[in-house]
């Protein structure tokens, strides 16, 4: 059977009456008289079916179950107290939750920083994070499985249909195996790197991205010879270290200094002083679904805003 809710007056009452030991006395506290308290307390015990107070001329007292239910009366009645207050600051976003995916790359530098700031900043609003490719963040944005994302793209391709923020722009630049002979070259000649085998994200992962790389070689008239695809920067990295190939990658991944593996710019200047086309740039935005409603969101999107003006 299910059993009456009670409301909060009763237990307001019930806790007068255990901390004042008196029922006239808890009900000049309650600014009431003593019948109605003695009748509520007398109503609360019939609900739960136990004596609350071992009642005599004398002296009132606590029952072992009154003991016991005290402390959880006060709580319940402390967190009641603080509704409001938390529904208001739910609504100015500053408690809640925000859940966050990112791209590795920004794991290297930007985000790690941004995670201390904002949790100093909104220590009531939980950043859950999770790594993931930007095709996996696009279908998990689609679903409601996260508020907002960190992801790559050429500059000026952030994906359709969604708000975001540039919070990084950045060259690529070679990744090569340590003992290549062109690791140790003065210069880096694009004909030598450009017939090289090349290890790569999957197309899927950021398309713009991946059609700007595959444009350097398409500008020099080469078809890039794929070794090896690999989901993840590092990972590719590790490949590159394997010797499977180069590999272009985020200027920030430079930070993952994986032995046996090499970063270089390579010259532009190709046979008889003629410029090659110029590496490509690679962005990174924050992106969320356009009018989503979400107070703690909007408070960290206007967080990385104001780090952005500040400089990062």
Not at 19 to 37: D, N, S, Y
Not at 226 to 238: K, P
Not at 289 to 300: I, K, T, V, Y
Request: proline letters at 8%.
């Amino acid at each position: 059977m299910k059993e009456a809710p009670i409301d909060l007056r009763a237990w307001r009452q019930f806790v007068a009456v255990a901390e004042e030991l008196h029922f006239g006395r808890a009900a000049l506290r309650l600014h009431m008289t003593q019948p109605p308290v003695t009748q509520a307390i007398a109503q609360l015990e019939r609900t739960l079916g136990v004596l609350l107070f071992d009642r005599t001329r004398r002296r009132v007292a606590l029952t072992p179950a009154g003991e016991a239910l005290l402390p959880e009366v006060r709580e319940l009645l402390a967190r009641a107290q603080a509704l409001p207050s938390r529904a208001r600051a739910a609504a100015a976003g500053e408690v809640g939750r925000v859940r966050l995916a990112f791209v590795s790359t920004i794991g290297f530098d930007q985000l790690p920083g941004w995670v201390r700031a904002f949790r100093e900043h909104s220590p009531q609003v939980v950043l859950e994070l999770v790594e993931a490719t930007g095709d996996v963040q696009l279908r998990d944005l689609q679903r409601g499985d996260i508020d907002a994302g960190l992801m790559l793209h050429s500059p000026g391709f952030a994906p359709p249909g969604l708000s975001h923020l540039r919070v990084a722009v950045e060259p690529l630049v070679l990744a090569l195996p340590e003992h290549h002979p062109l690791a140790a070259a003065p210069q880096l000649p694009w004909a030598a790197v450009l017939g090289e085998p090349l290890v790569i994200f999957p197309r899927r992962i950021a398309p713009s991205l991946h059609d700007a790389v595959f444009g350097l070689y398409h500008a020099a008239g080469r078809l890039p010879v794929v070794a090896q695809e690999a989901i993840q920067m590092q990972t590719i990295v590790n490949l590159v270290s394997a010797g499977l190939g180069l590999a272009w990658v985020p200027e920030s991944v430079m930070q993952f200094r994986r032995t046996g593996v090499v970063y270089r710019t390579p010259d532009r200047t190709g046979a008889r002083g003629r410029k090659q086309p110029a590496v490509p740039l690679c962005e990174t935005s924050l992106v969320w679904l356009e009018g989503d409603a979400h107070p703690a969101l909007d408070r960290f999107v206007g967080f990385v805003r104001e780090r952005m003006e500040e400089g990062g």
